[in-house]
């Protein structure tokens, strides 16, 4: 699969450096955004050693990490990756994704969700495409659904001895699933 920036009207996803970890570190000081993930970070050093693991995994064809660039505010606002990458299967997920509160309720994730749909399923070819969450992260829950995903079900203990729900978009859903975020993308 051959990545590439992605570009929307508002938003902009770079492929991650380690350039961007001081960015992202400025931007996930809130500790709203730690609240359901699997790991909290604290300081500038774990934000380097966090990048610098999306950026081994994304050498070894595992991932694809992004930073998120949000044009209307001028600057960095989170990350998202696509991760579990299986050529063979042409599927992978959409995950790792959080942003600064600042762009929460805003249509950054929906066009960043949108952008990397798209280049799955048109681009790379993708037949199925997971968005996985943890099951107390209800927000996170309800905006995978929002984007047209099926749930499919709760893994226990899945990652880090915590339980996760996981989504997917398979490759003829995706004509609706686009349509249904053009159409948010519109009323913004």
């Known amino acids: 699969m051959d990545f590439a920036s992605l570009v929307g ?14 960015a992202l570190f400025e931007c996930s000081r809130s500790p709203l955004i730690w609240e359901n993930l699997p790991l909290t ?12 693991a999306a950026l081994t ?22 990350t998202t990756r696509y991760l579990r990458i299986s050529k063979p299967n042409r599927n992978l997920n959409i995950g790792w994704t959080w942003y600064t509160p600042d762009v929460w ?4 994730n929906t066009e960043c969700k949108y952008l990397l749909l798209k280049n799955a399923f048109e681009t790379w070819k993708a037949v199925r495409v997971e968005l996985i969450t943890t099951t107390t992260h209800s927000r996170s829950q309800a905006a995978i659904e929002r984007l047209g995903a099926k749930k499919e079900g709760v893994l226990r203990k899945k990652y880090n001895g915590l339980d996760y729900v996981v989504y997917s978009i398979l ?17 913004s």
């Open 41 to 52: 970070i604290h300081n500038e050093t774990e934000m380097r050693d966090f990048v610098q």
């Open 105 to 108: 309720r805003t249509m950054v």
């Open 171 to 187: 490759d003829e859903e995706w004509p609706e699933a686009e349509r249904r975020l053009l159409g948010m993308l519109q009323r």
């Open 57 to 78: 995994a994304r050498e070894s064809g595992e991932s694809f990490p992004y930073a998120v660039y949000d044009k209307k505010l001028d600057r960095l606002v989170g």
């Open 9 to 22: 009207e508002r938003v902009r996803l770079q492929p991650l450096k380690l350039e961007h970890a001081e």
